[in-house]
């Protein structure tokens, strides 16, 4: 059994920065894919920024150059830094791992625009 907690999420003003954090406990491997969804109001879950079971990483086209992901395995943690936050960017954002066998997610963090 997995379990993903996250954290971090918060109110922010445009052009403004949040690193979010995913806490992952039980069985957990450093190759299993894992990384960030998010889920605005109305909108279908997208995916944001993933590591992949070879390590490297794929970004959302509209996130690039602004979002970073980082993860330490020792620590079962995975980061995702935002940077130049837009209005768009409002939504939960819910950290993912595939352990091949089962998908699962936290319960998400609200990130919300100020303005």
């Known amino acids: 059994q997995v379990q993903l907690v996250e954290s971090g999420g918060g109110l922010v003003q445009p052009g403004g920065s949040l690193r979010l954090s995913c806490a992952a406990s039980g069985r957990i491997f450093s190759n299993y894919p894992m990384g960030w969804y998010r889920q605005a109001p109305g909108k279908q879950r997208e995916s944001v920024a993933m590591f992949t079971s070879l390590g490297t990483t794929n970004y959302r086209d509209s996130v690039k150059g602004r979002f970073t992901i980082s993860r330490d395995n020792a620590k079962n943690t995975v980061w995702l830094q935002m940077n130049s936050l837009k209005p768009e960017d409002t939504a939960v954002y819910y950290c993912?791992?595939?352990?091949?066998?089962?998908?699962?997610w936290g319960k998400g963090t609200l990130v919300t625009d100020s303005s």
């Open positions: 993912n791992i595939n352990t091949g066998y089962m998908n699962y």
